[in-house]
Nanobody, 122 residues
Framework: QVQLVESGGGSVQPGGSLRLSCAAS????????MGWYRQAPGKERELVAR???????NYADSVKDRFTISRDNAKNTGYLQMNSLKPEDTAVYYC????????????????WGQGTQVTVSS
């Protein structure tokens, strides 16, 4: 099985920056696509950014040109660089990964991180 551990959340002022990390650990696995989602109080969970195994990315319009998703396959880690943060970016951010796991045979599963709070306020 695979565990995703998120880090890097916190509180910043408008215009500030944060970098979120999502580290995967396990015995025998490989990561396909990775994504970041967020959910603010009273709002639906939304996809923020996604990156495929080949490096293709896509972003929500609300974060385009401000956020950058990336991955380091050698470290089994994904990142979300967040710049020019706005109060409306305040939410719990969740890492998600589609992972192929070996346990007698190879199978694909979706895993989620525990969530990390990002607060943008003055």
């Amino acid at each position: 099985q695979v565990q995703l551990v998120e880090s890097g959340g916190g509180s910043v002022q408008p215009g500030g920056s944060l970098r979120l990390s999502c580290a995967a650990s396990g015995r025998m696995f490989s990561i396909n696509a990775m994504g970041w989602y967020r959910q603010a109080p009273g709002k639906e969970r939304e996809l923020v950014a996604r990156i495929t195994s080949g490096g293709t990315t896509n972003y929500a319009d609300s974060v385009k040109d401000r956020f950058t998703i990336s991955r380091d396959n050698a470290k089994n880690t994904g990142y979300l660089q967040m710049n020019s943060l706005k109060p409306e970016d305040t939410a719990v951010y969740y890492c998600q990964a589609s992972v192929r796991v070996y346990d007698r045979t190879w199978n694909s599963f979706s895993y989620w991180g525990q969530g990390t709070q990002v607060t943008v306020s003055s």
